[in-house]
């Protein structure tokens, strides 16, 4: 199980940015994915996660209504959508997979890619 995150990037408050998470050596069926971050000198905050048969989505609050998840099976890739971007964004993301429901929680996860910095300017 291989994950690539990629799409991070300086942007201005208010921008957007998509983050993409592409995946290889599994077949994601039955798999969750999830997006996380995580800043210096804290832990690393599960922000959100698709099922494996897309029923469903779950977000932090803090970014509810400002962050989307898609799943592209036939590349797939989970895509993080992220806009109206508030310099508190400011991470490194990261995404993460599984067998099994969606979770919040880092523990849950044994697979993971490399970090992706997104930074927001005030």
């Known amino acids: 199980v291989q994950l690539q995150a990629s799409g991070g990037g300086l942007v201005h408050a208010g921008g957007s940015l998509r983050l993409s998470c592409e995946t290889s050596?599994?077949?994601?069926?039955?798999?969750?994915v999830a997006w996380f971050r995580q800043v210096p000198g804290k832990e690393r905050e599960g922000i959100s996660c698709?099922?494996?048969?897309?029923?469903?989505?779950l977000y932090l609050d803090s970014v509810k209504g400002r962050f989307i998840i898609a799943k592209d099976n036939a590349k797939k890739t989970v895509y993080l959508q992220m806009n109206s971007l508030k310099p508190e964004d400011t991470a490194v993301y990261y995404c993460?997979?599984?067998?099994?429901?969606?979770?919040?929680?880092?523990?849950?996860?044994?697979?993971w890619g490399q970090g992706t910095l997104v930074t927001v300017s005030s």
């Open positions: 698709v099922s494996s048969s897309e029923e469903n989505r």
């Open positions: 993460a997979t599984d067998e099994g429901r969606c979770s919040g929680w880092a523990r849950t996860y044994r697979y």
């Open positions: 050596g599994f077949t994601m069926d039955g798999y969750a």
